[in-house]
């Protein structure tokens, strides 16, 4: 497969604040932002390919001083973001398209970061992670497992996401939050304990964070939240908003313990994002998880 040739964003269209220091020097940026508004399999809700833009958009608006790292820590990085390709279809070909994206993003020692779109994107985006990461480790935040085998007849599913991710050898799986799956997902979660390790979101008042983060120590780790993964009265606009989830807070606590745990945090995604039309208040916590999620993997060891 070629490599994708990377066309950046001008800053007045990019990840944070147009005025920001680095917004028009990706050349220097460690962080590289990859849009891509992914929907070809939503089961229930739609709206996650105009996802990433609404990000974008709402990410302009986030003040650049983050009160718990006590300075602009973006600076520290540096943040760039690609144009949004024209996703390839069927969803097979979309998988390899961001495959050689996520790809070619990492041979240039840069951290990528996928916007998604919906979570099926995950299994193409780790292809590359998982070629060149001996025993990856991949911390979801989810209300569902997405184990299944396929769904609906679309064996690249969304409903299928973490499935497909473990049929790379050597992957294992830490979920967080997870309170909606099938008979079938129980099963193939208790033939593969060895692989995958769950986080209940109904025993969420009785973990443990270190109990959570103790697999990631010392692996490479890649995050993929599914933003349906907060409780649904924080966060509506995803396809399948589910009661019993995490609240903001949390999730940082859990996202940053994991991150200064990990031996390195290697890439990210945060998808099933799906815009609600004048609440933006939505769209401004999406984009603030984002910057939350890339300085805690890559500002490690400064948290205050």
């Not at 979801?140 to 299944?148: E, G, I, S, Y």
Request: proline share 7%; glycine share 8%; hydrophobic share 45%.
């Amino acid at each position: 497969m070629s490599a994708p040739k990377l066309t950046y964003l001008p800053g007045k269209e990019s990840f944070l604040d147009p005025l920001r220091a680095d917004a028009d020097d990706p050349a220097s940026a460690k962080a590289v932002v990859i849009p891509f508004g992914l929907e070809a399999s939503v089961s229930y809700g739609g709206g996650t390919k105009i996802g990433p833009q609404a990000i974008l958009a709402a990410s302009q608006q986030l003040e650049l001083y983050d009160p718990e790292f006590g300075r602009e820590v973006y600076a520290e990085y540096g943040i760039a973001a690609l144009a949004e390709p024209e996703i390839a279809r069927p969803l097979k070909d979309a998988l390899s398209q961001l495959e050689a994206l996520t790809g070619a993003v990492l041979d240039l020692g840069k951290f990528p970061f996928v916007l998604g779109g919906e979570h099926s994107l995950t299994a193409g985006a780790i292809r590359p992670f998982a070629q060149r990461f001996k025993d990856l480790v991949v911390l979801q935040f989810d209300a569902h497992a997405d184990l299944r085998d396929g769904y609906q007849g679309e064996h690249f599913s969304h409903a299928s996401a973490m499935r497909r991710v473990l049929d790379n050898p050597g992957v294992s799986l830490v979920s967080v939050g997870i309170r909606a799956l099938s008979s079938p997902e129980v099963a193939f979660y208790e033939a593969n304990r060895d692989r995958i390790r769950i986080f209940w979101g109904h025993e969420q008042a009785r973990w443990n964070i270190e109990e959570i983060v103790a697999p990631l120590r010392g692996r490479p780790v890649y995050v993929t939240f599914d933003i349906d993964g907060l409780d649904a009265s924080v966060m509506p606009a995803t396809g399948t908003p589910t009661p019993e989830g995490l609240s903001f807070p949390y999730a940082l606590e859990i996202l940053r313990r994991a991150c200064a745990a990990a031996d390195q945090v290697v890439g990210a995604d945060l998808v099933e994002f799906a815009p609600i039309p004048h609440f933006h208040a939505y769209d401004y916590t999406a984009a603030l998880l984002a910057y939350k999620m890339l300085s805690y993997a890559l500002a490690k060891g400064v948290h205050r």
